[in-house]
Nanobody, 123 residues
Framework: QVNLVESGGGLVQAGDSLRLSCAAS????????MGWFRQAPGKEREFVAA?????GTTYYGDSVKGRFTISGDNPVHLQMTRLKPEDTAVYYC???????????????????WGQGTQVTVSS
């Protein structure tokens, strides 16, 4: 069984940067794709970014393109820059085996999840 542990959340001001990290307890084929999702109160879980370790490709949600960068092996990092109040959410790390890239933005395709870390951006 793979466990994911996120770290790095906190309270920042608009325009600041923050880096989240996610460490997997083991590295297997089931963790070849690592994703970040976020969920704000009253909203659905939103895709943020994903990385396919085996081929080195990255994917981003439209709302974070150009501001967030996913990188790393284990741990995987989410570097967040030019943060906005609307980025406030609980950020979750997730893992899945590789498959069709079209499935990467959908939370239901990820069987393994971390406990989440709170990111709060004040205006």
């Amino acid at each position: 069984q793979v466990n994911l542990v996120e770290s790095g959340g906190g309270l920042v001001q608009a325009g600041d940067s923050l880096r989240l990290s996610c460490a997997a307890s083991v590295r297997t084929a089931s963790t070849n794709v690592m994703g970040w999702f976020r969920q704000a109160p009253g909203k659905e879980r939103e895709f943020v970014a994903a990385i396919n370790w085996s081929v080195g490709t990255t994917y981003y949600g439209d709302s974070v393109k150009g501001r967030f960068t996913i990188s790393g092996d284990n741990p995987v990092h989410l570097q967040m820059t030019r943060l906005k109040p609307e980025d406030t959410a609980v950020y979750y790390c997730a893992a899945r085996p590789p498959g069709f890239e079209s499935g990467y933005p959908y939370a239901y395709n990820y069987p393994t999840w971390g406990q989440g870390t709170q990111v709060t951006v004040s205006s």
